[in-house]
């Protein structure tokens, strides 16, 4: 995933995509905790330089070695993002594995759960009325409620320490910035105003301060704020990419992640940006910290595996469990505050009844420059950096024809227009007398629709892509 700017998220996402106790495992030898000495506090606008960062080190997929297990009984339940059942839902376990439970189940994107101060709710960001935003559900998946209500990606929510407000991510005022909405009232403050993309909030123990990734040096680094927006403080000053900040419960540390020995690892600092130390050696994509309630360890998500894993490691790095290992992506953990362990799993939710993809009222939608249809995969392939090679079932996951016949897609022409990148397409199914000639937007992600004479497909691989793509 990585962050150069949070609509081209996450693996998270992620960017895509536990069942029973994760056993714990032991490494040949712990990885010393590495110090380094480079944290800075800039109070005033800091120059900024052009540089050109080396590729991200991508490790193969290998066996995770053995590590010695966690010493203490970890406390608390986690909340993560999965797509075990095929849509991202959000679900829930006790923080040893065990009791794994479904909150969720619409055919949208569920994601990025953030516990509330007392434990009783989850706020999290769906798109399952059109486009994301931040809604409430209790810890039990029970009394859903919506929280804002914007035409844009409201994300990444996260609740101050008094219960008080949500900070998220929006992208509402044209680039990705950080918002305050009190829970009761609802009213809405913008806390950052800059040209880059501010994403990450994650609150201190005292509610007075929010840390936070931004892309304003260029490179991800970490920042903190004071709630009323004053006081902006650089934490972080590196060439690698320094992102995912967590303040610890006891407000003495923050975990983030950062590239800059080479892989994603997980790393923690003080408040002030010093005392950096490096808690992780697994070469692979390191992701998504949150702190146990008592301070004591830090759950994160890793694709050591091959696929997205939920860890939880020692503050100190000393011992590490696994806590999923299911064939299916398991991310974004988020550790409740101080609660008891669910006896059993919780009751599964009855799924959502509407769907995602919407037939257009338009007979002419989806077939003029001024109207394309709006997608979540590039026509030419996901992996295509050239016109042409698409397969048929790389492209529009979510459109089939009249009858639910495969669609044979070919690309004729990139075409930019505006802000917009379309891709002129044929596109035909068997029995058809002609192909079709649309236009799709591979650049702007909302729910899709299905032209007049098209039906739409299972949304699955959809909102994959779009979650992707936005996340």
């Not at 959502?352 to 030419?380: H, K, M, Q, W």
Request: aromatic content about 8%; glycine content about 8%; some cysteine.
């Amino acid at each position: 995933m990585r962050l150069n700017h949070i609509h081209n998220l996450i693996t998270i996402m992620l960017v895509v995509m536990l069942s029973a106790a994760g056993c714990g495992w032991q490494p040949d030898s712990t990885p010393s905790p590495q110090t380094e000495d480079n944290g800075i506090v800039i109070l005033t606008d800091t120059p900024r330089a052009w540089f050109t960062l080396a590729p991200d080190a991508i490790a193969t997929a290998t066996a995770m070695p053995t590590m010695r297990p966690i010493g203490t009984q970890l406390q608390g339940r986690i909340a993560f993002q999965s797509d075990r059942d095929g849509s991202l839902e959000l679900y829930v376990m006790n923080a040893d594995g065990s009791a794994v439970s479904r909150l969720t189940n619409n055919p949208a994107v569920d994601v990025f759960p953030a516990w509330s101060p007392d434990g009783s709710q989850i706020a999290f960001s769906s798109d399952r009325d059109g486009f994301p935003d931040i809604y409430l559900i209790n810890a039990d998946g029970t009394n859903l409620r919506r929280l804002t209500n914007s035409p844009s990606s409201d994300i990444l929510p996260a609740w101050s320490a008094d219960g008080t407000e949500i900070a998220f991510v929006s992208n509402r005022d044209g680039n990705d910035e950080i918002y305050l909405i009190n829970v009761i009232n609802g009213q809405e403050t913008r806390l950052t105003n800059d040209s880059s993309a501010d994403y990450f909030p994650s609150w201190s123990s005292d509610s007075e301060w929010i840390v936070f990734t931004t892309e304003r040096d260029i490179n991800p680094e970490i920042y903190k704020i004071r709630r009323d927006g004053s006081d902006l403080t650089r934490l972080t000053d590196d060439a690698g990419d320094d992102t995912n900040p967590a303040w610890s419960p006891d407000g003495s540390l923050i975990a983030f992640t950062s590239n800059r020995s080479g892989f994603y690892e997980l790393h923690t600092m003080d408040p002030i940006g010093q005392n950096i130390i490096k808690l992780t050696d697994l070469r692979s994509l390191v992701d998504e910290p949150g702190w146990s309630p008592d301070s004591s360890a830090i759950s994160f998500s890793s694709s050591k595996e091959g696929q997205k894993e939920i860890y939880a490691i020692s503050a100190d790095g000393s011992g590490m469990n696994r806590l999923t290992d299911a064939p299916s992506e398991d991310f974004y953990p988020a550790w409740s505050p101080q609660i008891g362990f669910l006896d059993a799993a919780v009751t599964a939710p009855t799924a959502a009844p509407e769907g995602v993809c919407v037939n257009a009222d338009s007979p002419e939608y989806g077939f003029s420059l001024d109207d394309p249809i709006r997608i979540g995969t590039d026509p030419r392939g996901s992996h295509e950096t050239e016109l042409g090679g698409a397969e048929p079932d790389e492209c529009v996951p979510w459109l089939l024809g009249p009858q639910g016949q495969t669609l044979t897609i070919t690309v004729i022409e990139e075409i930019r227009t505006n802000d917009s990148l379309l891709c002129e397409v044929s596109v035909s199914y068997p029995g058809q007398a002609a192909p079709d000639i649309m236009y799709f937007d591979i650049f702007n992600y909302e729910q899709p629709k299905a032209p007049q004479g098209y039906l739409c497909g299972s949304p699955v691989e959809y909102l994959k892509s779009i979650t992707e793509a936005l996340y």
